[in-house]
């Protein structure tokens, strides 16, 4: 099937581009392409206008800056796959990128797209939300910051508004033990559930902990009562046991024809205890 007629601008700058979505209700954006494209061509979507700002510079870069990371958002996920200062500085990112669709995917992708597309079920969005990750949003008033825990409003859709475009992602240094456990019907599908964890440990004592799961809710959870419940354990069986069912306990899963909302929410326990007792290993 092709996609059916829309209009096409390739923009030559981010307030062209601003100014051509703020003007036409349900224009796309088209950066990477994996996501869109198959939509247009399915006639699931059918916009009006396609705003391509893959030309725009400025958009893709990566560096380190005062203790955070700063990724473009045109930067591909293999960029950011191969980065030693992700794997350094972001370890959790560094092994959740590695999970995103198949390799000729992520040579494609970008960063900004896919938290742009807002897929619950996807790693990025989760991680983000995991890292504390602030975006850039540019609109017609300018640029302004949105935290990850607030970008994310439901199944594809974003606090982005008329006219707004992600333009940058900005995410904390944050080393420590981490983990990602993913369950998924075939290998490099989206999972029916992922859990990102980490912990940073003083000795035996948890000093801070990051849980987020995806695919158990209408957005990526960020399970901040088994966070605090383990800061100040050891992390013994006991204490990750009792993480994990208070992780299971904040999701509201969907129910469709590939699981029920129980089986994701018990899994959601089963992948928390794994990843955590991973995390505290690598710490």
């Known amino acids: 099937m092709k996609a059916a007629p829309f209009d096409y601008l390739r923009a030559s700058s981010l307030d062209e ?25 399915l006639r699931q979507i059918r916009p009006p206008l396609v705003v ?28 950011v796959e191969m980065s030693e200062a992700v794997r350094s500085d972001v370890p959790l990112l560094a092994e959740a990128i590695g999970y995103v669709g198949h390799a000729a995917i992520r040579n494609r992708g970008t960063i900004g797209g896919s938290l742009a597309h807002a897929e619950p079920a996807a790693e990025l969005p989760a991680v983000m939300v995991a890292l504390d990750a602030e975006f850039g ?22 606090a982005l508004g008329p006219g707004e475009l992600l333009t940058r992602i900005s995410v904390p240094a944050r080393q420590g033990g981490h983990a990602v456990e993913e369950l998924s019907r075939r290998s490099r599908e989206l999972p029916l559930v992922a859990v990102f964890a980490a912990v940073t440990m003083s000795g035996d004592v948890c000093e801070a902990a990051r849980i987020a ?9 960020r399970a901040t009562t088994a966070e605090e419940s383990l800061v100040g354990s050891a992390l013994t069986a006991d204490a990750i046991a009792v993480a994990a069912e208070l992780a299971a306990a904040a999701t509201d899963p969907p129910s469709d024809l590939h ?25």
């Open 52 to 79: 391509d700002i893959n030309r725009l510079d400025g958009l893709s870069f990566l560096r380190t800056d005062n203790g955070r990371l700063e990724i473009g958002a045109l930067t591909r996920h293999r960029v």
């Open 259 to 283: 699981a029920p909302p129980g089986y994701r929410r018990e899994m959601t326990a089963v992948l928390t205890r794994r990843a955590i007792a991973r995390a505290k290993e690598r710490a």
């Open 17 to 41: 581009a601003a100014e051509a979505l703020a003007g036409t209700p349900d224009a796309r954006v088209l950066a990477g392409g994996q996501s869109l494209v198959p939509l247009l061509n």
């Open 213 to 221: 799961v995806g695919g158990a809710g209408p957005t990526p959870i």
């Open 137 to 158: 949003v540019h609109g017609p008033g300018g640029e302004r910051l949105v935290a990850a825990r607030d970008f994310f409003l439901g199944p594809h859709r974003t």
